[in-house]
């Protein structure tokens, strides 16, 4: 993106920190992103303030892992219930992913970037909808990394949704109830055809994952930390990583002996 992604020189680019093994990283990473008010309210700034921070730290947090290698992002942007915060809060909001989108999809062009949206997106203003279409269409064949922004998304309302097509198809014969699977219900998710997140970041220590991801972070590595979202940096996901990398994935099954 501008300033953290796309004018950044080749030359100037991060490299993977010697500590981290490039063959246990997470194939994908996804961050959500708390703390923005509480970074405005500790500086005596407006809550809006710390929202503008915190886009400055999605992006900081997209070029590294972009540089490190890692393949897909998925920020959790907009929730379903962000629409009870005050109506000045929402509007802001709604403008600046406007502004940002706007201003940074030549630079997600440029540097190969995949963006795609996942969520209600028929309840966002029209402006929005017309970006978001413009940039997912314009970025659908980029090769690097993938960058899902979970906007006006809710995991329970997501899968309300995908039983309920699953059920509509059954109801009209075009489905065998006892033929659903995980692999079906999978497919009728926003997040289908993406693997699910290896990682799950957590910033501003709050333990709880918030309607996020419901069904896709089932087996995630779970990294809580106390640094508040515009905080979020280089070191802060680093440490993120030696932590997932210090985990031993079992799935459900056991520990191989050595």
Request: aromatic share 8%; net charge negative.
């Amino acid at each position: 993106m501008s300033r953290a992604l796309a004018t950044t020189p080749i030359s100037q680019r991060q490299s993977l920190p010697p500590q981290l093994d490039a063959a246990r990283l997470p194939a994908h990473v996804a961050v959500i992103m708390d703390g923005n008010g509480r970074w405005a309210r500790q500086r005596g700034l407006p809550r809006v303030m710390g929202h503008r921070a915190g886009v400055e730290a999605l992006k900081r947090t997209l070029r590294l892992c972009s540089d490190w290698g890692i393949q897909a992002l998925t920020a959790y942007a907009f929730s379903t219930e962000n629409w009870s915060r005050p109506g000045e809060e929402v509007t802001f909001l709604m403008t600046l992913f406007e502004r940002v989108l706007a201003r940074e999809l030549e630079a997600l062009e440029r540097e190969q970037v995949r963006i795609r949206f996942f969520g209600d997106l028929e309840q966002l203003p029209e402006g929005l909808q017309s970006l978001i279409a413009d940039a997912t269409a314009r970025t659908a064949t980029n090769g690097g990394i993938r960058f899902n922004v979970c906007t006006n998304y809710g995991g329970r309302r997501e899968l309300v949704r995908a039983a309920q097509r699953l059920a509509e198809r059954a109801a009209a014969g075009q489905l065998d109830p006892a033929a659903i699977d995980e692999t079906l219900f999978a497919a009728e998710l926003h997040t289908a055809g993406e693997a699910d997140p290896d990682l799950l970041i957590r910033t501003s220590g709050e333990q709880r994952i918030s309607n996020f991801l419901l069904w896709q972070l089932a087996y995630a590595e779970l990294h809580i930390t106390d640094v508040l979202w515009p905080d979020f940096d280089e070191a802060a996901l680093h440490a993120a990583l030696l932590d997932y990398q210090g985990r031993t994935r079992r799935f459900g099954g056991v520990e191989p002996r050595p």
